[in-house]
């Protein structure tokens, strides 16, 4: 017999294979998976936040650059970001999935070891979902719920003048790490292609960030140049970003000057590296100058006021959201 495909065990039988160890936060459960919806308790004192994110196959990744359990890991990621950039925990997760009934068996299961994963890793409930067949590749939707201590959530309108621009850890790996593999020279640079497959959600740091006191916050999914206008559009405010300070890892900078590209591009206008950019108080920043994953890369100069402008090479230039954009010609 061959490998089993989707279309061998059906929907009642695929769900039966991957229900299992769903529960990473019992004492939220009141109605666990199963049942037509799942029944969860939040404590006192906090507010809930929710989001959605979709990977389209073809467009999110391929079979060729991501394995099932990285696009797993990959969903959950994207989701849980979403509550980071809000300085919120999450907590529960659904997700609907449409696959071809040629799909194996194998990759579905895969792809639920990776999302429970992520999920174990952030203590994530996963709470349910839905299945349906696609007539052409794979379409995955996560939605996360989350929790923040009652009006505490930090947003992207917030941010003021005289605030510093900080971003956390490094920007630009994920897009180098597709780039390697899409040059086929993967294996050369593990780290990178790590952080395209598999980012990690800055839910820690999106606490530490808002008790700190910051004013506006966003994950970094479309590439920096993006994220920062977001900020500045919503908050009604002009930025000033130092180009030299924006925090490059090391492997980005060497497999950049191997092939000879701008390491600031991948920074600027790659996206999917998951960590958080925002702003806050130079006073307010003082308390967690110590971390060291957390950098200085700018000022909020103006409010009311509008745009991004880099400083790069000496000159100031208007630095136009650039990342991705699915309709974009
Ligand atoms: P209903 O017909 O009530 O919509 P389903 O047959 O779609 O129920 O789902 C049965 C149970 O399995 C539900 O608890 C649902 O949340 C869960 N479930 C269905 N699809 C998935 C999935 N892709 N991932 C996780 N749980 C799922
Ligand atoms: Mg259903």
Same mark, same amino acid.
């Given at each position: 017999?061959?490998?089993?495909?989707? +279309?061998?065990?059906?929907?009642?039988?695929?769900? @039966? @294979?991957?229900?299992?160890?769903?529960?990473?936060?019992? +004492?939220?459960?009141?109605?666990?998976?199963?049942?037509?919806?799942?029944?969860?308790? !939040?404590?006192?004192?906090?507010?809930?936040?929710?989001?959605? +994110? !979709?990977?389209? &196959?073809?467009?999110?990744?391929?079979?060729?650059?991501?394995?099932?359990?990285?696009?797993?890991?990959?969903?959950? #990621?994207?989701?849980f970001s979403?509550m980071a950039a809000m300085g919120a925990e999450a907590?529960?997760?659904?997700?609907?999935?449409?696959?071809?009934?040629?799909?194996?068996?194998?990759?579905?299961?895969?792809?639920? +070891?990776?999302?429970?994963?992520?999920? @174990?890793?952030?203590?994530?409930?996963?709470?349910?979902?839905?299945?349906?067949?696609?007539?052409?590749?794979?379409?995955?939707?996560?939605?996360? !719920?989350g929790?923040v201590?009652?009006?505490?959530?930090v947003?992207?309108?917030? #941010?003021?003048?005289?605030?510093?621009?900080?971003?956390t850890?490094?920007?630009?790996?994920?897009?180098?790490?597709?780039?390697?593999?899409?040059?086929?020279?993967?294996?050369?640079?593990?780290?990178?292609?790590? /952080?395209? /497959? /598999?980012?990690?959600p800055q839910i820690s740091l999106g606490i530490l960030l808002r008790e700190?006191?910051a004013?506006?916050l966003?994950d970094?999914?479309?590439?920096?140049?993006? &994220?920062?206008?977001?900020?500045?559009?919503?908050?009604?405010?002009?930025? &000033?970003?130092?180009?030299?300070?924006?925090?490059?890892?090391?492997?980005?900078? #060497?497999?950049?000057?191997?092939?000879?590209?701008?390491?600031?591009?991948?920074?600027?206008?790659?996206?999917?590296?998951?960590?958080l950019?925002g702003?806050?108080?130079?006073?307010?920043?003082?308390?967690?100058?110590?971390?060291?994953?957390?950098?200085?890369?700018?000022?909020?100069?103006?409010?009311?006021?509008?745009?991004?402008?880099?400083?790069?090479?000496? @000159?100031?230039?208007?630095?136009?959201? /650039?990342?991705?954009?699915?309709?974009?010609?």
């Amino acid at each position: 017999m061959g490998e089993l495909l989707v +279309d061998d065990v059906g929907e009642f039988g695929l769900i @039966r @294979r991957i229900m299992h160890d769903f529960i990473f936060r019992p +004492d939220m459960i009141v109605v666990g998976p199963g049942d037509d919806g799942a029944v969860y308790r !939040t404590p006192e004192g906090y507010d809930q936040v929710i989001s959605t +994110d !979709t990977m389209v &196959e073809g467009i999110h990744f391929t079979k060729d650059t991501m394995g099932p359990f990285d696009v797993g890991y990959h969903l959950g #990621a994207s989701n849980f970001s979403d509550m980071a950039a809000m300085g919120a925990e999450a907590v529960g997760f659904v997700l609907s999935i449409a696959l071809p009934g040629s799909l194996p068996l194998s990759w579905v299961e895969s792809f639920y +070891d990776g999302l429970r994963a992520c999920c @174990r890793e952030f203590r994530v409930n996963l709470l349910g979902g839905d299945v349906t067949g696609s007539p052409k590749g794979l379409i995955l939707t996560g939605t996360v !719920t989350g929790m923040v201590p009652k009006g505490k959530a930090v947003t992207r309108s917030g #941010a003021q003048k005289g605030d510093i621009v900080f971003v956390t850890g490094t920007a630009g790996d994920s897009a180098a790490g597709l780039y390697a593999l899409l040059q086929g020279m993967g294996d050369k640079w593990p780290s990178l292609v790590e /952080r395209h /497959r /598999r980012p990690k959600p800055q839910i820690s740091l999106g606490i530490l960030l808002r008790e700190a006191g910051a004013h506006g916050l966003n994950d970094i999914s479309d590439g920096l140049s993006r &994220e920062w206008n977001e900020i500045a559009s919503s908050s009604g405010v002009e930025m &000033e970003i130092d180009a030299e300070k924006v925090p490059l890892s090391s492997d980005v900078k #060497a497999l950049a000057e191997k092939v000879s590209v701008d390491p600031l591009a991948w920074a600027l206008n790659g996206g999917e590296d998951y960590q958080l950019t925002g702003t806050i108080s130079p006073s307010d920043f003082d308390t967690i100058k110590e971390e060291t994953s957390i950098t200085p890369v700018g000022r909020v100069v103006k409010k009311p006021g509008k745009g991004v402008y880099l400083y790069h090479h000496g @000159r100031k230039e208007l630095l136009e959201a /650039r990342g991705f954009d699915h309709f974009e010609k």
